[in-house]
Protein backbone atom coordinates (compact mmCIF):
# COMPACT_ATOMS: atom_id res chain seq x y z
CA UNK A 1 0.00 0.00 0.00
CA UNK A 2 2.92 2.43 -0.42
CA UNK A 3 1.65 5.80 -2.66
CA UNK A 4 3.39 7.92 -4.91
CA UNK A 5 5.36 10.83 -2.87
CA UNK A 6 3.10 13.56 -4.60
CA UNK A 7 2.04 16.50 -3.13
CA UNK A 8 -1.60 16.29 -1.27
CA UNK A 9 -3.96 13.55 0.10
CA UNK A 10 -3.20 9.53 -0.51
CA UNK A 11 -5.46 7.21 1.17
CA UNK A 12 -3.31 4.75 3.27
CA UNK A 13 -5.55 2.07 4.13
CA UNK A 14 -9.33 2.22 4.69
CA UNK A 15 -10.23 6.31 5.79
CA UNK A 16 -6.84 6.56 7.30
CA UNK A 17 -5.60 9.41 4.91
CA UNK A 18 -2.19 10.99 4.69
CA UNK A 19 -1.19 14.31 2.88
CA UNK A 20 1.86 14.52 1.10
CA UNK A 21 4.50 17.23 0.61
CA UNK A 22 7.40 16.90 -1.55
CA UNK A 23 10.45 16.76 -1.21
CA UNK A 24 9.95 16.01 2.83
CA UNK A 25 12.89 18.14 3.53
CA UNK A 26 13.25 21.35 6.28
CA UNK A 27 10.01 22.18 7.24
CA UNK A 28 8.26 20.04 4.66
CA UNK A 29 5.95 17.60 6.56
CA UNK A 30 3.17 15.13 6.23
CA UNK A 31 -0.15 15.21 8.33
CA UNK A 32 -3.02 12.66 8.37
CA UNK A 33 -6.77 12.29 8.96
CA UNK A 34 -8.31 9.18 10.70
CA UNK A 35 -11.63 9.49 9.38
CA UNK A 36 -14.81 8.00 11.22
CA UNK A 37 -18.68 8.19 11.14
CA UNK A 38 -19.50 11.59 11.52
CA UNK A 39 -16.16 12.76 12.69
CA UNK A 40 -12.45 12.88 11.87
CA UNK A 41 -8.83 12.88 13.62
CA UNK A 42 -6.56 15.49 12.08
CA UNK A 43 -2.89 14.43 13.13
CA UNK A 44 -0.96 17.04 12.79
CA UNK A 45 -1.31 20.92 10.82
CA UNK A 46 1.73 22.15 8.44
CA UNK A 47 4.39 24.95 8.90
CA UNK A 48 2.69 27.74 8.61
CA UNK A 49 -1.42 28.93 7.70
CA UNK A 50 -1.23 28.61 4.17
CA UNK A 51 0.30 25.59 3.73
CA UNK A 52 -2.48 24.56 6.37
CA UNK A 53 -5.76 25.98 4.69
CA UNK A 54 -4.32 24.33 1.55
CA UNK A 55 -4.11 21.11 3.01
CA UNK A 56 -8.04 21.42 4.73
CA UNK A 57 -8.91 22.73 1.43
CA UNK A 58 -7.53 19.32 0.00
CA UNK A 59 -9.58 17.36 3.03
CA UNK A 60 -12.85 19.40 2.69
CA UNK A 61 -14.27 16.83 0.38
CA UNK A 62 -13.86 14.24 2.97
CA UNK A 63 -14.35 16.31 6.42
CA UNK A 64 -17.54 17.46 4.90
CA UNK A 65 -19.31 14.66 6.39
CA UNK A 66 -16.74 13.98 9.27
CA UNK A 67 -15.57 17.28 10.73
CA UNK A 68 -12.28 17.24 12.38
CA UNK A 69 -13.09 16.94 16.36
CA UNK A 70 -9.75 16.97 17.48
CA UNK A 71 -6.23 17.40 16.07
CA UNK A 72 -3.38 15.48 17.86
CA UNK A 73 -0.04 17.17 17.51
CA UNK A 74 2.48 14.05 17.13
CA UNK A 75 5.80 16.50 19.10
CA UNK A 76 5.92 20.30 19.75
CA UNK A 77 8.11 21.41 15.81
CA UNK A 78 6.78 24.02 14.17
CA UNK A 79 6.29 21.82 10.81
CA UNK A 80 3.53 19.93 12.86
CA UNK A 81 1.73 22.69 15.03
CA UNK A 82 1.95 26.24 13.59
CA UNK A 83 -0.94 25.60 11.46
CA UNK A 84 -3.09 24.97 14.55
CA UNK A 85 -4.91 28.40 14.90
CA UNK A 86 -5.98 27.47 10.79
CA UNK A 87 -7.46 24.43 12.22
CA UNK A 88 -8.97 25.79 14.93
CA UNK A 89 -10.54 28.51 13.29
CA UNK A 90 -12.47 25.89 10.78
CA UNK A 91 -13.24 23.15 13.20
CA UNK A 92 -14.87 25.05 15.97
CA UNK A 93 -14.35 23.79 19.77
CA UNK A 94 -11.38 21.50 17.88
CA UNK A 95 -10.04 19.29 21.05
CA UNK A 96 -6.15 19.97 20.44
CA UNK A 97 -4.55 16.72 22.14
CA UNK A 98 -0.43 16.13 22.65
CA UNK A 99 1.83 14.41 25.32
CA UNK A 100 1.90 16.49 28.14
CA UNK A 101 5.58 16.96 27.33
CA UNK A 102 4.94 17.72 24.05
CA UNK A 103 2.87 20.89 25.05
CA UNK A 104 5.12 21.78 27.44
CA UNK A 105 7.79 22.53 25.16
CA UNK A 106 5.68 23.96 22.05
CA UNK A 107 5.67 26.98 23.23
CA UNK A 108 9.55 27.63 23.91
CA UNK A 109 9.67 28.25 20.15
CA UNK A 110 7.01 30.38 18.89
CA UNK A 111 6.09 30.95 15.56
CA UNK A 112 7.20 35.05 16.23
CA UNK A 113 10.73 33.48 17.21
CA UNK A 114 11.37 31.88 13.45
CA UNK A 115 9.55 35.09 12.17
CA UNK A 116 12.20 37.16 13.78
CA UNK A 117 15.25 34.38 12.30
CA UNK A 118 13.87 34.73 8.68
CA UNK A 119 14.28 38.53 8.81
CA UNK A 120 17.33 38.99 10.27
CA UNK A 121 19.87 40.89 8.98
CA UNK A 122 23.43 39.32 7.90
CA UNK A 123 24.62 36.26 8.29
CA UNK A 124 22.70 34.66 10.52
CA UNK A 125 19.45 35.71 8.55
CA UNK A 126 20.93 34.23 6.12
CA UNK A 127 21.84 31.29 7.14
CA UNK A 128 18.16 30.40 8.95
CA UNK A 129 16.77 31.89 5.05
CA UNK A 130 18.70 29.11 3.67
CA UNK A 131 16.88 26.39 5.35
CA UNK A 132 13.52 27.90 6.38
CA UNK A 133 13.54 31.24 3.79
CA UNK A 134 10.17 29.28 1.87
CA UNK A 135 7.63 29.90 4.73
CA UNK A 136 5.16 32.41 6.02
CA UNK A 137 5.75 33.00 10.08
CA UNK A 138 4.44 36.23 10.30
CA UNK A 139 1.30 36.81 12.67
CA UNK A 140 0.99 33.24 13.29
CA UNK A 141 -1.04 32.81 16.86
CA UNK A 142 0.36 29.73 18.25
CA UNK A 143 -3.22 27.09 19.44
CA UNK A 144 -1.38 25.44 22.19
CA UNK A 145 -3.25 21.52 22.96
CA UNK A 146 -6.41 21.81 25.04
CA UNK A 147 -5.65 18.33 26.26
CA UNK A 148 -2.73 16.27 27.52
CA UNK A 149 -1.87 12.86 28.11
CA UNK A 150 1.11 10.50 29.14
CA UNK A 151 2.37 7.38 27.46
CA UNK A 152 -1.55 6.47 26.28
CA UNK A 153 -4.98 7.76 25.17
CA UNK A 154 -7.06 5.39 23.45
CA UNK A 155 -9.51 7.92 21.24
CA UNK A 156 -13.00 6.89 19.48
CA UNK A 157 -13.25 8.62 16.46
CA UNK A 158 -16.61 8.50 15.31
CA UNK A 159 -16.34 4.60 15.96
CA UNK A 160 -13.33 3.85 15.38
CA UNK A 161 -10.46 3.60 18.05
CA UNK A 162 -7.27 4.97 17.87
CA UNK A 163 -4.22 4.58 19.90
CA UNK A 164 -1.82 7.27 20.85
CA UNK A 165 1.41 5.85 22.24
CA UNK A 166 4.27 8.35 23.86
CA UNK A 167 7.57 7.16 22.24
CA UNK A 168 9.75 9.84 23.26
CA UNK A 169 11.71 11.47 24.54
CA UNK A 170 13.50 11.25 21.58
CA UNK A 171 13.53 13.22 18.46
CA UNK A 172 11.98 15.94 20.67
CA UNK A 173 11.07 15.34 24.41
CA UNK A 174 7.34 14.17 23.68
CA UNK A 175 6.90 12.47 20.40
CA UNK A 176 4.31 10.23 19.77
CA UNK A 177 2.88 8.01 17.34
CA UNK A 178 -1.03 7.06 16.17
CA UNK A 179 -2.11 4.00 15.57
CA UNK A 180 -5.17 2.89 13.95
CA UNK A 181 -5.22 -0.89 14.21
CA UNK A 182 -8.58 -1.45 12.35
CA UNK A 183 -6.53 -0.42 8.71
CA UNK A 184 -3.09 -1.52 10.21
CA UNK A 185 -1.64 1.97 9.84
CA UNK A 186 0.51 3.85 11.69
CA UNK A 187 1.19 7.36 11.48
CA UNK A 188 4.78 8.20 12.93
CA UNK A 189 5.24 11.66 13.40
CA UNK A 190 9.22 12.48 12.89
CA UNK A 191 10.12 9.29 14.71
CA UNK A 192 10.51 8.45 10.69
CA UNK A 193 12.01 10.50 8.08
CA UNK A 194 11.95 8.34 5.08
CA UNK A 195 14.55 9.32 2.35
CA UNK A 196 15.75 12.18 4.53
CA UNK A 197 18.50 12.28 7.63
CA UNK A 198 16.26 11.65 11.21
CA UNK A 199 17.29 14.71 13.48
CA UNK A 200 17.79 13.83 17.19
CA UNK A 201 17.54 17.00 18.90
CA UNK A 202 16.19 15.46 22.39
CA UNK A 203 16.88 11.50 22.57
CA UNK A 204 18.85 9.60 23.85
CA UNK A 205 19.12 7.15 20.88
CA UNK A 206 17.79 4.77 22.74
CA UNK A 207 14.42 5.65 23.01
CA UNK A 208 14.47 6.39 19.45
CA UNK A 209 15.32 2.95 18.78
CA UNK A 210 12.73 1.32 20.98
CA UNK A 211 10.46 3.43 19.33
CA UNK A 212 11.11 1.67 16.10
CA UNK A 213 11.04 -1.66 17.73
CA UNK A 214 7.64 -0.96 19.15
CA UNK A 215 6.53 0.16 15.56
CA UNK A 216 7.98 -3.52 14.32
CA UNK A 217 6.06 -5.16 16.81
CA UNK A 218 2.57 -3.06 15.35
CA UNK A 219 0.59 -5.33 13.10
CA UNK A 220 0.65 -2.64 10.33
CA UNK A 221 0.75 -2.64 6.29
CA UNK A 222 0.93 1.57 6.01
CA UNK A 223 3.31 3.66 7.69
CA UNK A 224 3.20 7.39 7.27
CA UNK A 225 6.40 9.30 8.31
CA UNK A 226 6.82 12.77 9.14
CA UNK A 227 8.76 13.20 6.02
CA UNK A 228 8.87 11.58 2.85
CA UNK A 229 6.73 8.65 1.14
CA UNK A 230 4.67 6.78 2.71
CA UNK A 231 6.44 3.43 3.91
CA UNK A 232 6.40 0.28 5.30
CA UNK A 233 8.06 -2.24 7.97
CA UNK A 234 11.22 -1.35 5.70
CA UNK A 235 11.64 2.11 6.32
CA UNK A 236 11.52 1.71 10.04
CA UNK A 237 13.83 -1.01 9.63
CA UNK A 238 16.51 1.41 7.77
CA UNK A 239 16.18 4.50 10.56
CA UNK A 240 16.56 2.09 13.21
CA UNK A 241 19.80 0.84 11.33
CA UNK A 242 21.01 4.70 11.04
CA UNK A 243 20.05 5.17 14.71
CA UNK A 244 22.01 1.99 15.63
CA UNK A 245 25.05 3.12 13.75
CA UNK A 246 25.15 6.57 14.72
CA UNK A 247 25.13 5.52 18.18
CA UNK A 248 27.47 3.17 18.13
CA UNK A 249 30.18 5.05 15.94
CA UNK A 250 29.87 7.83 18.34
CA UNK A 251 30.03 6.47 21.68
CA UNK A 252 33.46 4.81 20.25
CA UNK A 253 34.13 8.21 18.67
CA UNK A 254 33.68 10.07 22.20
CA UNK A 255 35.75 6.65 24.50
CA UNK A 256 38.57 8.08 22.50
CA UNK A 257 38.05 11.41 23.10
CA UNK A 258 37.55 13.04 19.88
CA UNK A 259 35.60 16.32 20.04
CA UNK A 260 32.13 15.93 18.81
CA UNK A 261 31.73 18.00 15.58
CA UNK A 262 35.13 16.00 14.20
CA UNK A 263 33.39 12.98 15.19
CA UNK A 264 30.59 14.11 13.01
CA UNK A 265 32.55 15.49 9.95
CA UNK A 266 34.27 11.44 10.76
CA UNK A 267 31.02 9.77 10.68
CA UNK A 268 29.22 11.41 8.19
CA UNK A 269 32.06 10.58 5.85
CA UNK A 270 31.47 7.16 6.19
CA UNK A 271 27.82 7.71 6.07
CA UNK A 272 28.35 9.05 2.60
CA UNK A 273 29.50 5.61 1.00
CA UNK A 274 27.31 3.73 3.25
CA UNK A 275 24.79 2.27 0.11
CA UNK A 276 21.92 2.29 2.44
CA UNK A 277 22.51 6.10 3.50
CA UNK A 278 24.23 7.71 1.56
CA UNK A 279 20.82 9.33 -0.83
CA UNK A 280 19.26 10.33 2.43
CA UNK A 281 18.69 13.57 2.04
CA UNK A 282 19.65 16.42 4.87
CA UNK A 283 22.87 14.45 5.84
CA UNK A 284 24.32 17.29 8.00
CA UNK A 285 21.94 16.34 10.60
CA UNK A 286 24.78 13.74 11.81
CA UNK A 287 26.38 16.95 13.51
CA UNK A 288 23.24 17.32 15.93
CA UNK A 289 22.52 13.60 16.09
CA UNK A 290 26.13 13.22 17.94
CA UNK A 291 25.75 15.63 20.25
CA UNK A 292 22.79 14.12 20.94
CA UNK A 293 24.82 10.86 21.61
CA UNK A 294 27.55 13.20 23.51
CA UNK A 295 25.21 14.60 25.87
CA UNK A 296 23.86 11.42 26.81
CA UNK A 297 27.46 9.77 27.65
CA UNK A 298 28.01 13.07 29.67
CA UNK A 299 25.31 14.79 30.84
CA UNK A 300 28.35 17.73 31.94
CA UNK A 301 28.38 17.77 27.93
CA UNK A 302 27.95 21.40 25.99
CA UNK A 303 25.94 21.22 23.06
CA UNK A 304 26.59 24.87 20.95
CA UNK A 305 22.89 26.80 20.95
CA UNK A 306 20.42 25.90 17.85
CA UNK A 307 21.98 28.48 15.76
CA UNK A 308 25.80 27.14 15.98
CA UNK A 309 24.22 23.74 15.51
CA UNK A 310 22.47 25.29 11.87
CA UNK A 311 25.81 26.43 10.85
CA UNK A 312 27.42 23.00 11.11
CA UNK A 313 24.59 21.40 9.34
CA UNK A 314 25.55 23.75 6.60
CA UNK A 315 29.02 23.44 6.71
CA UNK A 316 28.96 19.68 6.37
CA UNK A 317 26.35 19.89 3.84
CA UNK A 318 28.89 22.62 1.92
CA UNK A 319 31.81 20.10 2.51
ZN1 LIG B 1 9.02 17.65 11.08
Redesign the pocket.
Known amino acids: MVSTFTKGVHEVGDGCHAYLQPDGGWGW?NAGLIVGDGASLLVDTLFDLHLTAEMLDALAPVTGAAPVQALVNTHA?G??CYGNSEAARRFEGVEIVASAATAEEMPEVPPSMLAALNQAPGEVGDLFRSFFGEFDFDGIELEVPTRTFERRLDLDVGGRSVELIEVGPAHTRGDTIVHVPDARAVYTG?ILFIGGTPIVWAGPLANWIAACDLMLGLDVDAVVP??GPVTDRDGIVAVRDYLALVDREASDRFGEGMDAFEAARDIGAALGVDERFSEWGEFGRIAVNVEAVYRHLDPDHETPDVVEQFRRMAELERS
Do not use: E, F, W
Request: aromatic letters at 0%.
Open positions: SNDHDGH
